[in-house]
């Protein structure tokens, strides 16, 4: 069976987060227009290198992959159907912050995750009339092996 690569890997890690249904669609780079399913972005990241002794340009041994996780939620005139869904996302990145805190991170083929921490707020990426594209943005850091 081939290797699973990074986003493949943090996807099956977010399954475990207990605010996400099981039920629920998760897909990588895809959100349909219906409500509630969740997918995970990857985003440009770049690829931090240094010159070793050699004069050669080699990658440094820690470096960072970006990713946005977003779902589709029910949005609308309903005051409280928004705040639950921005509810929604600050019991995923309190959830985020405590694997962090007690080290539980998805196994990489490249490396061995240091951390996985939101850089950026929840907030209604996409807006339609009865649907809206909510997301985080999060940053892996690992060390290559």
Partial sequence: MPELNSTEQLRKWFRSCPALSVNNRFGVD???????????????????????????????????????????????????QNLDNLGFYEDVIAWIIEQNSVRNFPTLSCGKVKSIIPTLTAFPAEIGSDAAKYQIQLQLTYKRQ
């Fill in 30 to 80: 895809y959100l349909s227009g219906s409500p509630t399913e969740y997918a995970l972005y990857a985003v440009p990241s770049a690829i931090h290198y240094h010159e070793n002794v050699l004069g050669e340009e080699v990658p440094d041994d820690i470096q960072t992959q970006n990713f946005i996780f977003a779902s589709k939620e029910s949005y609308g005139s309903d005051v409280q």
